[in-house]
């Protein structure tokens, strides 16, 4: 199946490396971080991983969960995680999906129906199409679907500035503009006349265009 930005995350239960869980139950009333990986001991991923376990606070913060997931078995996640400890100075500190069969990256669409029940004997190359980053909101709906070539380790700086977007547009009627980040103006919806928006953003409303009109961020 084709994931599309506002469907439904597919549910599934899976062995991690914190327990068995069912996703959606797992996700709760958070935000979720979806985050896949093509195969262990790859030296990008690495340190991914490691990344994100030092800035999981900050994830915290803005009351998302992490989970990644990598098509090998639990046994070899946890050797792994031994080695991203010793050289990225912090090992995962969140779960870690076990996909052997290759059940979740298809389901997810990573790959294709075709490439058999078994990561045994798969190279990373064979799994390149794993590089996904998923941001699920609590309603269990895709928010943001980014996809990575494996050369390019991933911004999880600029997955954080898209939810904090995201957290943002969904409290306050706006949007947000080119590179913006926390405090910076934003952008009235064309939806709400201008003269309302004046009241309703009592901060001010500068008008560029009639269809283009910034505010303070509200939540500063």
Not at 15 to 44: M, Q, Y
Not at 95 to 117: F, Q, V
Not at 145 to 155: A, E, F, H
Request: with cysteine; net charge negative; glycine share 6%.
């Amino acid at each position: 199946m084709v994931i599309r930005l506002g469907d439904t995350a597919p549910d599934f239960e899976a062995e991690t490396t914190e327990g068995k869980i069912r996703f959606h139950d797992w996700i709760g009333d958070s935000w979720a971080v979806l985050f896949s990986h093509p195969k262990d001991f790859t030296p990008v991923c690495t340190t991914e991983l490691g990344y994100m376990a030092r800035v999981k606070p900050e994830f915290e913060r803005r009351n998302v969960k992490i989970i990644g997931i990598s098509v090998d078995p639990l046994d070899d996640h946890r050797r792994w995680a031994d080695d991203i400890a010793e050289t990225q100075g912090h090992a995962p500190n969140y779960p870690m999906i076990g996909d052997p069969e290759l059940k979740i990256a298809k389901l997810y669409d990573m790959l294709p129906a075709s490439a058999g029940d078994s990561a045994s004997g798969r190279t990373p190359m064979d799994n390149a199409t794993v590089r996904n980053v998923f941001v699920i909101g609590p309603d269990k709906k895709v928010k943001l679907v980014l996809v990575y070539p494996m050369s390019t380790g991933r911004n999880f700086d600029e997955v954080l500035r898209v939810i904090d977007s995201m957290q943002l547009t969904a409290k306050y009627s706006v949007s947000t503009p080119a590179n913006w980040n926390r405090g910076d103006d934003v952008i009235v919806l064309p939806s709400i006349p201008t003269a309302e928006a004046r009241e309703r953003f009592t901060k001010g409303v500068t008008e560029l265009k009639p269809y283009l009109r910034m505010t303070p961020d509200p939540s500063t």
